[in-house]
Structure formats: structure tokens, C-alpha cells
């Protein structure tokens, strides 16, 4: 499960903090599980994040935090391991293909500066 946030406060330590802190305990039963938790914001805040709920508030609980995409109400992300008969998607757009799993063995923070739009296949 991936949690979309638009974020329009600014990079304020203070209130990144305080939305971490947020996030971290309304997510506990899903991390508590082992899985990751994966953030993808549309403003640059996903380093921050990730920095904040990495060294912070839960070390070692492995954190996906992605930034510069403008997803809209239906839209859908894809994040996990790439598939070895996967095709490129036509029209330039950026594909990242992610390991929750791998960021659970060594958590790092992403970001990603570049929107992504659907297309019709």
C-alpha cells in the first residue's frame, strides 16, 4: 500500500516532523507486519521524510518516499520488483521499478523528480 499526500506547507522541518509522526503511528499495524512504508508526495519533500522516519522515529522499518508526482483520484502506482519479461512503457515516461523488500534490508529514501502521467495502452 502506497499513501499519496499533496503537500503544499513547505519543506518546514517542524511540520514534516509532525506529519511523520502522524503517518508513523497511523501506520503502525501495517509496519508492525513487516511491510514497508511507501509515501509519494508531489511537493520535494520525500528526502526529508524519509530522513526524518529513518533515523528518527523507526530505524530499520524500511521506507519507500518518493516525490514530483501528481497523482489524481483513480490513479495507481506500481511499486515492487521488476519483472523479468517486463516491456518499456512508450511516450518517455520515467518507470521506477522499486524493492519494498530490499529497502526493508537496507532503508533509503527516494526521490523522484519527475511526473508521471497515464496512458491508455
Keep these: 500500500m502506497a499513501l499519496a499526500i499533496r ?3 513547505g519543506p518546514a522541518y517542524p511540520l514534516i516532523r509532525t ?4 503517518l ?3 501506520m503502525k499495524g501495517h509496519t508492525d507486519q513487516g511491510q514497508p512504508l511507501v509515501l509519494v508526495f508531489d511537493a520535494d519533500i520525500a528526502k526529508l521524510m524519509g530522513n526524518i522516519i529513518e533515523r528518527e522515529l523507526i530505524p530499520g522499518a524500511g521506507i519507500i518516499s518518493i516525490d514530483g508526482i501528481d497523482l489524481k483520484d483513480f490513479d495507481f502506482i506500481d511499486i515492487g520488483q521488476e519483472l523479468p519479461d517486463a516491456k518499456g ?3 518517455g515516461n520515467q518507470v521506477a ?3 519494498p523488500y530490499r529497502a526493508r534490508s537496507r532503508p533509503s529514501s527516494i526521490a523522484l523528480k519527475r ?5 491508455s495502452a
Design 24 to 26: 508513523v503511528g497511523a
Design 97 to 99: 521499478h522499486l524493492s
Design 89 to 91: 512503457c512508450t511516450g
Design 7 to 9: 503537500w503544499e506547507l
Design 115 to 119: 511526473s508521471v502521467s497515464a496512458e
Design 19 to 22: 506529519l511523520a509522526e502522524g
